[in-house]
């Protein structure tokens, strides 16, 4: 008997440690960062952007992109992403695709601009860079450059 009761002690902390983990992850990462206003930008192309990417502002996280969606008359990527509430954006803020290094994943970039106007909840970033593609970049070089098209 005392040994089902010894597991079951063991049992309970492992389930606590447990638990206070995912707290400790939640708090440090922002997960539970909710609040700010959302914003939103058009991409011809997004790739490796997703729902809980990074919004990022001088390297440092500023927001989360909360969804993503197709236009079906211009074919263009809608992101929808969150900004804090204590950040303020100028109207002519870009918004642009980066990436993490040669393998590194990737997050939305905010470059702000110069103008005295501030973005508002629900606006749109008008000025955006799209992802860049490596591997078709690495395919040129690797082919010398050419897109089929013949050199005389």
Known sequence: MSSNLVESLIGALVLAIAGWFLVFAYDRTD???SGGYVLQARF???DGIGV?????LAGIKV???VSSELDNKT???IIRFSVKSDIELPVDTAAAVSQEGLLGGKYL???PGGM???LADGDEVSETQDALDLLGLIGKFATGGSDGAKKE
Request: net charge negative.
């Open 31 to 33: 997960g539970g960062v």
């Open 44 to 46: 011809d192309q997004i």
């Open 52 to 56: 809980g990417s990074d919004v990022r």
């Open 63 to 65: 927001g989360t992109v």
């Open 75 to 77: 074919y263009q990527a």
């Open 109 to 111: 970039t905010l470059i």
């Open 116 to 118: 005295d106007d501030m």
